[in-house]
C-alpha cells in the first residue's frame, strides 16, 4: 500500500516539475516571440533574412534621391543592368530635360561640365556629357552625368548641401533618351551600392520601378 501510494505522489510530483517546466519553457519563448515581434520595426523578409542569417549590419550613408522634393522619376536602369550598366553600379532615372537635380549629398564640387550640346549613342559622344562631382567627407564621389547644356549651377570648389538644387537634367554624351546617371565611387574609384530614403523606408533601388523624393 504505501509503495502504491509513494507512487502516487511520486507521479504527481513528476507531472507537477513537467508542468513547471513546460511553463517555464512557455514563459520563455512567449518572451522570445515578444521580443521579435512586439517592436514589429523589420518588415517580413527582413525577419526572413534575419532567421536565415542573411542580413549583414549595414550603416553605409543613407542618400537622398537626386531630383527636387515631391518629383517622381521612373529608373530604368539599376546596379549591373545589361543594357549600358554591365559590371557598373550605377543609376538611371528617365527624367524630361530640364528636370531639377539635387544634390543626394553634401560635399565640395570636384569637377564640372556644361557645355556640351550633343548626345547619342555613338563613341565619340563618350567625353560629351554634362555632369558634376561632388566629392564626400569620405572621399567617396558621386557623378551626375548628361546635363543639359549649360545646366550646371556650381562650380569647381564649391561646398553643397544635401538637397541643395545643383543643376538641371539633360540628354548630353553616351545617351540613348534623356535622363540623369547617378554613380557613387569610393576613394579607389570603386562603384558602391547605396541606399536611399524614399517613401518605402531606406532601401536599395530596383529598376522599372518609380521614386519619389520624400526630403
Ligand atoms: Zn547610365
Known sequence: MAIRYFNYIFIFFYY???NVYAMRYCLLICFVFNALFSNAQLSDSQIRDLKGGHVKPDNSYVYRLPFATGSKFLLIQAYNSK???RNELSL???????SKICAAREGIVVATKEDSNVGGLKDEYLSEGN???IQHADGSRAMYWHLQNEGVLV????SVIKGQHIGFSGNTGYTAFPHLHFQVQDVNGNDIATRFNTKK???YLRPAKWYRCVQ
Open 16 to 18: 507537477f516539475w513537467l
Open 83 to 85: 543594357m549600358s550598366h
Open 92 to 98: 538611371d532615372f528617365k527624367m524630361k530635360k530640364g
Open 131 to 133: 555632369h558634376i562631382i
Open 155 to 158: 562650380n569647381v570648389g564649391d
Open 201 to 203: 523606408g531606406i532601401i
